[in-house]
């Protein structure tokens, strides 16, 4: 029988913590409860979850600190939930690492059905081990452990993060759409919140890029969307 899918929810709100908790086991994931971020961290240290739901506006550890501590010691799923719901919020939690963030007030079925596009996205099919991008690079992915390297460089994605490249390396050359990048990496449900494709774009350029703001690889199509150059080239 194949193990359930652990989620760890850390949420100051005891009694919507506790609530959330037992939906998800009703929904046959293993649900863990953490009433702040200090819990929550070392939770995470000691249970591996497959998972988090992680809210912002917490006392002690604020939610965004406690996401950045996070994607040192785990590349679980991370969603937001948040009553904090402006552009820069939401820019702000996809910058530290989240995979995804929903606003609250929401529905137990938004929110779940959010969560299993990122988890789907974790499961989704694997790169080949080479893709050449150029005569002079070569650019080498573990999918397992969704490592790149470039050149002598090496640095590991997120799952979303990879999910995206994968998607953009797979159509190299092709300009992709920011519906299209939404449809194939979260899912159509997601069609529409292109600010989510921008942000994991801005992701991937940073730890891909050698300059960022002038990339060689991900490039932008104004008012089409991005593609990935196979042609262009990274120096160490």
């Known amino acids: 029988m194949a193990s359930k899918v652990r989620v760890l929810v850390i949420d100051d709100d005891v009694t919507l913590g506790n609530l959330l908790c037992m939906l998800l086991e009703k929904d046959s994931f293993e649900a863990l409860c953490a009433t702040g971020g200090a819990e929550g961290l070392r939770l995470a240290q000691q249970e591996r979850p497959d998972a988090i739901i992680l809210d912002v506006m ?10 950045r501590r996070l994607r040192k010691i785990t590349e679980a799923v991370i969603v937001f939930v948040s009553v904090k719901g402006t552009t820069e919020d939401i ?8 995979d995804d963030y929903v606003v609250k007030p929401y529905t137990y079925q938004e929110l779940s059905s959010r969560l299993m596009a990122c988890l789907r996205r974790r499961k989704a099919g694997s790169l080949p081990p080479v893709y050449k991008a150029s005569r002079e690079v ?15 460089h090496e640095t590991q994605l997120t799952p979303t993060e990879f999910q995206v490249l994968k998607y953009l390396l797979k159509n190299q050359g092709k300009v992709l759409s920011s519906d299209a990048i939404l449809a194939n990496a979260w899912g159509p ?6 600010e989510l494709v921008k942000q994991f774009i801005y992701r991937l350029r940073a730890k891909l890029e050698q300059d960022p703001s002038t990339p060689k690889y ?3 199509v104004r008012g089409a969307g ?6 262009g080239v990274l120096d160490d």
């Open 58 to 67: 917490m006392p002690g550890i604020h939610g965004y600190e406690v996401c």
């Open 91 to 98: 820019v702000r939690g996809l910058h530290l690492g989240a």
């Open 138 to 152: 070569m650019l080498v992915t573990d999918p397992d452990r969704r490592l790149v390297f470039i050149n002598n």
């Open 189 to 194: 449900e997601y069609i529409g919140e292109r």
């Open 218 to 220: 991900i490039q932008t």
């Open 226 to 231: 991005y593609v990935f150059e196979a042609d």
